[in-house]
T-cell receptor, first 112, second 114 residues
Framework: GDSVTQMEGPVTLSEEAFLTINCTYT??????LFWYVQYPGEGLQLLLK?????DKGSNKGFEATYRKETTSFHLEKGSVQVSDSAVYFC???????????FGAGTRLTVKP | SQTIHQWPATLVQPVGSPLSLECTVE??????LYWYRQAAGRGLQLLFY??????ISSEVPQNLSASRPQDRQFILSSKKLLLSDSGFYLC?????????????FGEGSRLTVL
């Protein structure tokens, strides 16, 4: 079945450091790919998404490119801030599926 | 606008006690509804999803059950809680009728089983 594997955390960075969180997927057909973010004590909210190969999703300085050849959707940010501290989830929705599959989540802590 | 209400927000229950978590959706009609669980140190696990009243699909065999008595109401239940049921339970539905593929989440219910 469809699944998502993402980099295990926790990840601790200093402010203004470069961030990469790896995500790879297994799916039949052409899934849509998502990154969600969960700030402390809150539910999940969509950070960015891409619906077809080579699409780049971006939001709040974060970017991720849908790479079908490597089945990846790595999250990047050039300069993280303390306010980016959160848990990040990679997810996919398979074509014509009713559900969404999530990775295990990666906890990011950014120190001043 | 679309909103999801979950209650209670926090719950502490003894092992063997029953459970009822409620989710109500506003601002959309006939949505697909989902229950996810986020356990400590683990990712987000899909527990149940429903495509309509009385229609429930279970992803993981366990002592939990779900019901959808009304179009915009989704209930998660257990007759006897286990320690392993502790976690953060999230209700979700597709945003914008599902056109975007995005899921919209409630603020969650945190369950601690002692």
């Amino acid at each position: 079945g469809d699944s998502v594997t993402q980099m295990e955390g926790p990840v601790t960075l200093s402010e203004e450091a470069f961030l990469t969180i790896n995500c790879t997927y297994t799916a039949t057909g052409y899934p849509s790919l998502f990154w969600y973010v969960q700030y402390p004590g809150e539910g999940l909210q969509l950070l960015l998404k891409a619906t077809k190969a080579d699409d780049k999703g971006s939001n709040k300085g974060f970017e991720a490119t849908y790479r079908k050849e490597t089945t990846s959707f790595h999250l990047e940010k050039g300069s993280v801030q303390v306010s980016d501290s959160a848990v990040y989830f990679c997810a996919l929705r398979g074509y014509n599926n009713n559900d969404m599959r999530f990775g295990a989540g990666t906890r990011l802590t950014v120190k001043p | 606008s679309q909103t999801i209400h979950q209650w209670p927000a926090t719950l502490v229950q003894p092992v063997g006690s029953p459970l009822s978590l409620e989710c109500t959706v506003e601002g959309t009609s006939n949505p697909n509804l989902y229950w996810y669980r986020q356990a400590a140190g683990r990712g987000l696990q899909l527990l149940f999803y429903s495509v309509g009243i009385g229609q429930i699909s279970s992803e993981v065999p366990q002592n939990l059950s779900a019901s959808r008595p009304q179009d915009r109401q989704f209930i998660l239940s257990s007759k006897k809680l286990l320690l392993s049921d502790s976690g953060f339970y999230l209700c979700a539905c597709p945003r914008g009728g599902g056109r975007t593929g995005e899921l919209f989440f409630g603020e969650g219910s945190r369950l601690t089983v002692l």
